[in-house]
């Protein structure tokens, strides 16, 4: 990968392939979750080591609430084990951690390693990681609605102070939209992802399963990205 050319600002990743990864080898898909969080760990000092400042990951979908309670509870089981054991060298790094999404629905245990390893981050300033759980696009945008017609209502503004900054000010997290989206496992599609900030978002849609997804594979994705011309409705 050529460093000297332009990293993008913003990465997300789509983490999708865990089951499959599994199945393709006799495993449970428990197993696959397990190998994608290794990955991520790897992956994560790759990608803040290259100098890129925000990565977002999608971690848990509001509507993977569908699946197997057996999968769901494996699932919020590893986020504990993760987020307060196996992420605290986001510390040493010096890396903030946020979250997006709804509380509700997410256990209490999962909620209290959260908000730790927020607070403990809190003050890193060598990038963010940015960790969409219970997150859903469509619902990030409702619960906009409701946050800014409750300040209308409640007279703290009028219809007319509402402008992108407002709106921007109040998603989840106000963070510069994003420059690269990659999801993997060779789905072609976002599934509720950061709708609002993939606007002008260059896509990339590798084949391989998220647990097979190294620092090589994500070198080829900003090589990929360096090659496309962005022009945001403008011409070249
Ligand atoms: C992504 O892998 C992880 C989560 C959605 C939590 P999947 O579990 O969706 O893997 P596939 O798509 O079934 O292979
Ligand atoms: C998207 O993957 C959500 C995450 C990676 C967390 P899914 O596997 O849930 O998406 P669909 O169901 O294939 O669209
Ligand atoms: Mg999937």
């Given at each position: 990968m050529e460093k000297r050319q332009k990293l993008p600002g913003h990465v997300g990743i789509i983490m999708d392939g865990n089951g499959r990864w599994a199945q393709e080898r006799g495993l449970s898909r428990s197993l696959g979750h397990k190998a994608g969080s290794e990955n991520l760990k790897s992956l994560c000092t790759h990608i803040f080591d290259l100098g890129i400042p925000i990565l977002s990951v999608?971690?848990?979908?509001?509507?993977?609430?569908?699946?197997d309670a057996a999968e769901v509870q494996y699932l919020m089981q590893l986020f504990v084990k993760m987020f307060e054991?196996?992420?605290?060298?986001l510390k040493e790094k010096d890396v903030r951690v946020l979250f997006s999404g709804?509380?509700?629905?997410?256990p209490k245990e999962v909620l209290r390693v959260m908000d730790r390893l927020v607070e403990e981050t809190a003050?890193?300033?060598?990038?963010i990681f940015h960790i969409c759980l219970n997150y859903g696009g469509q619902t990030e945008i409702l619960d906009l609605c409701r946050k800014i017609s409750e300040k209308v209502e409640a007279k703290?503004?009028?219809?007319?102070?509402?402008d992108f900054s407002l709106v921007r000010a109040n998603l989840y997290q106000d963070l510069p939209d994003l420059d690269l989206v990659i999801r993997t496992s060779?789905?072609?599609?976002?599934?509720?992802?950061?709708l609002y900030q993939s606007a002008y978002a260059e896509y990339y849609f590798p084949k391989v399963y998220f647990p097979d997804f190294d620092a090589e594979q994500f070198d080829l994705a900003i090589e990929e990205f360096q090659k496309r011309t962005r022009k945001f409705g403008g011409t070249k």
């Open positions: 999608f971690a848990f979908s509001t509507e993977n609430f569908k699946r054991k196996e992420f605290t060298f709804r509380r509700e629905n997410l003050n890193g300033s060598n990038g703290e503004i009028s219809s007319k102070d509402i060779g789905e072609q599609r976002i599934s509720n992802f950061m």
